[in-house]
């Protein structure tokens, strides 16, 4: 699976901040990555929080607050 960062632009601010998130995630048995909505799509485009095992998706926000509030939830 690709970090988080390669979905990014290289000057993105808050690239160094997705990295610590995601390795965040990854110890909580998460993963994360980038969703584009499609016509018809439930939710928005943006970060996608989901359970490694399942695949069942938790969080899909544009924003890594988002992702960051449910983490310490």
Do not use: H
């Not at 601010?13 to 909505?37: C, H, T, V, Y």
Request: with cysteine; proline share 5%.
């Amino acid at each position: 699976m690709m970090p988080i960062t390669d979905y990014m632009w290289p000057d993105d601010p808050d690239r160094d901040r997705a990295l610590l998130i995601e390795k965040r995630a990854k110890r909580a048995g998460f993963r994360m990555n980038r969703k584009i909505a499609e016509s018809g799509a439930t939710g928005p485009d943006g970060f996608r929080l989901y359970d490694a095992a399942t695949g069942c998706e938790f969080v899909r926000s544009r924003y890594l607050d988002d992702i960051e509030k449910f983490l310490n939830g």
